[in-house]
């Protein structure tokens, strides 16, 4: 009686080590690594990200102004390949990489930056960790007078200014120890204005179609272009 569930038992196990293989990238192309993220994409927008599974597959697709040390998780340069801060703790200045790169082939600049964080702080953009660019010096108050709960103001009130193409000086609203590692987080990720132009809603009032962020259309600055999304299946990343 043991023999006859002896082959079926192996069968199963061989089965079992196979598919845990399979998904650890132990089978297949040398240069290909296949994993489970969990769950499905909620979205692929850095403003909108809250689950784990999204803000997974962001860390591959972007690149901040720093990112974790994969060791230690300790905030190293990404983007940014230095930065100043002042004595007071309030204001960062950050040198960008020249060589740093869209996925279209532009190159990634501090305007980018820029223009990700004055849209997160639009109410439209509904983001997610909102209170995180609160940190900017001027932010609450700005995303205050859009939400219409304050005085209107206008964007050059609130602490962040790109200073020629390569250059980002941030101004904190108060000391932030740890601003390092919100920098390599999906809030402050830069976003590619051009090639989101053609889906913007209302006249580009930072209110944007989610199909910007659907491949072909989606640019990113990570080590990694989102080359195929299947709704429920998979991403496929290059």
Known sequence: MNRLFLLPTLFLLALGILCFLISAGGVGPSNQIV???GAQIHTLDPAGMSWSQDIRVAEGLWEGLTQFNPKTLDPEPGVAKRWTISPDGRTYTFFLRHNARWSNGAPVVAANFVFAWKRMLHPAAAAAYLEMLFHLAGGRAYYDGLDHTGPRRPFSTVGVRAVGRYKLVVHLAGPCPYFLSLTAFPP??????????????????DDYN???????????DGPYRLAAWKFHQYLDLV
């Open 188 to 205: 402050f990720f830069p976003l590619n204005a051009r090639s989101m132009r053609p889906f913007a809603i209302d006249g580009g009032r």
């Open 210 to 220: 989610a199909r910007f962020t659907r491949p072909p259309n989606l640019v990113t």
């Open 35 to 37: 994993f489970c993220n």
